[in-house]
């Protein structure tokens, strides 16, 4: 059973950062298998955001709201994924969670198999 979980979460003031982990476990893992992985965002009335994500080669990906300010980037000897969040903004605030299994599309707006439970992330001007 594939699980994942993510933590690192809290309160930072605007200009903060955070840094996100995403532990994930499985037989799949275990396999050394390459896969895909993201982290995504959501606000309360709002659709499921793409923040950033890493493909089966290691490329990554990020929304054009993050780019140069979020870094994702993933462990894979102690299979964690990480987001390192820079330069944070109060319209960073969300609901963060890490994903794998991408069952099809892109890795950054694909759909996914697992999920975590998310991590919040609130970020004060």
């Known amino acids: 059973q594939e699980q994942l979980v993510e933590s690192g979460g809290g309160s930072v003031q605007a200009g903060g950062s955070l840094r996100l982990s995403c532990a994930f476990s499985?037989?799949?893992?275990?396999?050394?298998?390459?896969?895909?992985m993201g982290w995504f965002r959501q606000v309360p009335d709002k659709m499921r955001e793409g923040v950033a994500a890493?493909?089966?080669?290691?490329?990554?990906s990020y929304a054009d709201s993050v780019k140069g300010r979020f870094t994702i980037s993933k462990d894979n000897v102690n299979n964690i994924l990480y987001l390192q969040m820079d330069s944070l903004k109060p319209e960073d605030t969300a609901m963060y969670y890490c994903?794998?299994?991408?069952?099809?599309?892109?890795?950054?707006?694909?759909?996914?198999?697992?999920w975590g439970q998310g991590t919040q992330v609130t970020v004060s001007s």
């Open positions: 890493v493909d089966r080669d290691g490329t990554p």
């Open positions: 499985g037989s799949r893992y275990n396999r050394q298998e390459t896969y895909c």
């Open positions: 994903a794998s299994g991408l069952l099809g599309g892109s890795p950054l707006a694909g759909e996914y198999k697992y």
